[in-house]
């Protein structure tokens, strides 16, 4: 009850959007211990938060999140941040631009101005160069919170800048150029899937043409949700069927959700309706055109996204579920392997082909990972020998001859690139 008294659903008394994070404005948020001298020794993993505050802070830290756990509903935005920043690690040597999009005064900028949580980012990757932009109508007002032209303290001298930039998306897009190498656009809870629930797609619609603009100029995406029943159900099927958007993350739950969890008045066991701050999150870069469709194909009676996709991260959706690569070829040996009956010779072929495909994936996202072109190569040579084989040989008539032929393509144009890069 402690804790409930200090929760408002409009703490600005404004109307304004309130989101996912209400606490009071006279609300204090628990100061965080002095970070470690190595940046290595803080947990960031799908083990989460445990993980997390015992390397930053000890067993004192968890039992504060025990007692007092609003302090992670507001370190979760940056924390969400870290966590992809590790596991798609940007480009060397160049700085990074975090624009996080339709940020609010009440969530971001407030855990920005009331707390030192954003600087856990520039602590924890001290090699990178970060800027930090928070863009929004929500906004208090356009300022310059941190310059990287005036002396700050060592801490805060991480930051290249800090800025507050009261404007829409398009606005801000249309008045900075940024490279689309340089930059993580992030969206925090920003509900525009909530159509399948509600039927209603006027927020849909004021989003569209930034989400376009976002996906089709190539920058890295960094989205999150609150629930996973309307909100990511809708923004999977905005993204995957009307953008065609390329997911270098396929949406999973986030290790670094809020703590606070709000339970709707309508909600009940047989239809629960309910909401946490970034609960969910998955990422997208580029767009495949062969997968674009209209905002009038989607609605909320058909949810379904039937077609088979892939992440950078080992991972698939097919048949409405994603699951991890690995576990797919393993289930795949244990079939075969405990078949009563011995597969023929041509079930063995089509087997060993599937496995020099599954092989030649993980090759791609290796590459996308850690940028070594002999994994490219090897896939290349792969997907051909497939090819080859595929014309050759009746028995592999069960493979995908279609998506081979994709891959092989997009492994031909890395090494095209490669090559070129190498000559210049």
Known sequence: KGLESQIVEDP????????????????VFRDLPRFPSDPKNVALSRRGWGEYL?????????????SDPSF????????TLAYIIKTLPPPPGQPLHIIVIGATVKAEERVLMDTSYWYELPQMFPELCINLTLVGPEISRTKTVLSGRRKETSKQSRFGFVKLVRATVGKY???????????LIVGFNTGFGNFVESGNKRLLKEWMPDLILMVQTGYRCLFTCA?????????????????????EILPMKNPFDSASHFSDAASSESNPKWSRANSF???????????????????GSDISVKCTLYDSVGRCYKDGSIRELSQIEREAHEK?????????????????????????????????????????????YVYRRLQYLHRSLPALDGLNAKRIEKN???????CVRAAAEENT
């Open 72 to 79: 992670l509903d507001a370190l979760s935005f940056p924390l």
């Open 336 to 380: 075969c392997s405990n078949s009563p009956s011995t597969p023929s010779r041509d079930e063995k072929m089509l087997l060993q082909a599937r496995r020099l495909e599954v092989l030649a994936g993980l090759k791609m996202l290796e590459y996308k990972r850690r940028g070594k072109i002999d994994n490219v190569l090897v896939a290349k």
């Open 12 to 27: 600005r008394g404004d109307g304004m959007y309130s989101g996912t994070f209400r606490w009071r404005k006279g609300k």
């Open 173 to 183: 897009f249309r008045q900075n150029r940024v490279d689309p190498k340089q930059a």
């Open 54 to 66: 015992r390397s930053r802070g000890g067993e004192f830290l968890v039992k504060s999140a025990a």
């Open 408 to 414: 092989a393509a997009d492994a031909e144009k890395v």
């Open 281 to 299: 999150l998955y990422v997208v870069r580029g767009f495949d055109a062969r997968r674009m469709g209209s905002l009038e194909s989607i609605n």
């Open 227 to 247: 629930n996973d029943y309307a909100d990511l159900t809708g923004e999977f099927l905005v993204q995957s069927r009307v953008l065609g958007s390329k997911f």
